[in-house]
T-cell receptor
Framework: ETGVTQTPRHLVMGMTNKKSLKCEQH?????MYWYKQSAKKPLELMFV???????ENNSVPSRFSPECPNSSHLFLHLHTLQPEDSALYLC??????????FGQGTRLTVV | GEDVEQSLFLSVREGDSSVINCTYT??????LYWYKQEPGAGLQLLTY?????DMKQDQRLTVLLNKKDKHLSLRIADTQTGDSAIYFC???????????FGTGTRLLVSP
């Protein structure tokens, strides 16, 4: 148990669906991250939020929309995804300048 | 660029030492990390080294840092079958809440 919880653990969605991934941290950290892990690119940084403001967006398609309503919660809203978006989505949190703690991930399958 | 490179695969026998190598890009990185990922799980922090250190030992783990060559290594002594996993090195970019990961090395330990 790392203190970072992701739900759901598994998600299957159609290309026309809208779904959201949720991440919650109980560590008092001030930064949260979304990473995508797939066979083609092992670990890609998607978004970084620091003090609830987005500070990094690595050219992620607009069909992925992050939301950070407070320092403990991070969402990734998904709509009109493609099969190539199937991957493990990992959330992490950290305190400024220190190591990141990861959740267990959400295994997403787009059909 | 921001590529952090690792060899993809390493196979050792139980009881041997394992050495996993990593080359990174930002010479001003403050911290460098090693993470472990077991099947179906998120990333677990194993150890880290501050950039002004050359070596850090933590039980069976030894981290060596060569700043001149931007080379980081992780040595696991007396490798066990439970050490079989994917190992990621990561660098924290100076001034950013950004943690960039290597491509990952899959370690297979055979009895």
């Amino acid at each position: 148990e790392t203190g970072v919880t992701q739900t759901p653990r598994h998600l299957v969605m159609g290309m026309t669906n809208k779904k959201s991934l949720k991440c919650e941290q109980h560590l008092g950290h001030n930064a949260m991250y979304w990473y995508k892990q797939s066979a083609k690119k092992p670990l890609e940084l998607m978004f970084v939020y620091s003090l609830e403001e987005r500070v990094e967006n690595n050219s992620v398609p607009s069909r992925f929309s992050p939301e950070c309503p407070n320092s403990s919660h991070l969402f990734l809203h998904l709509h009109t995804l493609q099969p190539e978006d199937s991957a493990l989505y990992l959330c992490a949190s950290s305190q400024t300048g220190f190591e990141a703690f990861f959740g267990q991930g959400t295994r997403l399958t787009v059909v | 660029g921001e590529d952090v490179e690792q060899s993809l695969f390493l196979s050792v026998r139980e009881g041997d030492s394992s050495v996993i190598n990593c080359t990174y890009t930002d010479s001003s990185s403050t911290y460098l990390y090693w993470y472990k990922q077991e099947p179906g799980a998120g990333l677990q922090l194993l150890t880290y080294i501050f950039s002004n250190m050359d070596m850090k030992q933590d039980q069976r783990l030894t981290v060596l840092l060569n700043k001149k060559d931007k080379h980081l290594s992780l040595r696991i002594a007396d490798t066990q079958t439970g050490d079989s996993a994917i190992y990621f090195c990561a660098e924290r970019f100076t001034g950013f809440q950004k943690l960039v990961f290597g491509t990952g090395t899959r370690l297979l330990v055979s009895p």
